[in-house]
Every structure is written in structure tokens, then in C-alpha cells.
Nanobody, 125 residues
């Protein structure tokens, strides 16, 4: 069983930055792909970014060039650096992980086995 705890959300003005963290309680964090998803009110949960065990990164088009996903396996932690934030980035952000052998898709949420509780990000205009 893997437990994930997100932190770092909050209220920020348009153009501001936030750094989300995802701390995992697992011995072999390095064998998990990390994904970040978000869900705005009344909308489906959508893919934001992912990072493979080898460090390859994937981004949803609207966040490319603004968000950066990374990981620190020694700290069992994943990160999502969010810059140039826009009001449309407002959502609850979730981190999720899946084992390295699940390679069907990086963007589909049903590929991911474990989820955090989410952290609210609000961008004011």
C-alpha cells in the first residue's frame, strides 16, 4: 500500500507561482511513475503532467512551458512547479503513482493505482 500526501497549494494571483509536493510512504519510490491531475468544479479530473522512473516528462498542452514536474527519489517526493499561473489553473490538484511495469498510458487516470487527497490551488484574476 502506498500513501501519498500533497502539499503546497494555496491562493495566488495571476502570474504567480506555486510548488506542489507529493510525499510518498513507500520503500521503493523509484519504481513508480508519478502523475499530477487536477479537477475543477463541475469538470472531469484531467491529466496535467507525469514523470517516468527514468525521468521522462509529459505535459498537458495548456501547461507546457509553465509547469515543471520533477522527482527526488531519495526523499520519496514528487514536485510540480507551477509558474505563470492563470485563473483557469484553479482546481484541486492530485498526485498519483503507478508501478513502472504499467506502461499503457501516462495520461489516463485509471492507469494510476494510488492517489493523494488533493490540494486546492486558486488563482485570482
Amino acid at each position: 500500500q502506498v500513501q501519498l500526501v500533497e502539499s503546497g497549494g494555496g491562493l495566488v494571483q495571476t502570474g504567480g507561482s506555486l510548488r506542489l509536493s507529493c510525499a510518498a510512504s513507500v520503500r521503493t519510490f523509484s519504481v513508480y511513475t508519478i502523475g499530477w491531475f487536477r479537477q475543477a468544479p463541475g469538470k472531469e479530473r484531467e491529466f496535467v503532467a507525469a514523470i517516468s522512473t527514468g525521468g521522462t516528462t509529459y505535459y498537458e498542452d495548456s501547461v507546457k512551458g509553465r509547469f515543471t514536474i520533477s522527482r527526488d527519489n531519495a526523499k520519496n517526493t514528487g514536485y510540480l512547479q507551477m509558474d505563470s499561473l492563470k485563473p483557469e489553473d484553479t482546481a484541486v490538484y492530485y498526485c498519483a503513482v503507478k508501478p513502472v511495469w504499467k506502461t499503457r498510458s501516462m495520461t489516463r487516470r485509471n492507469e494510476y493505482d494510488y492517489w493523494g487527497q488533493g490540494t486546492q490551488v486558486t488563482v485570482s484574476s
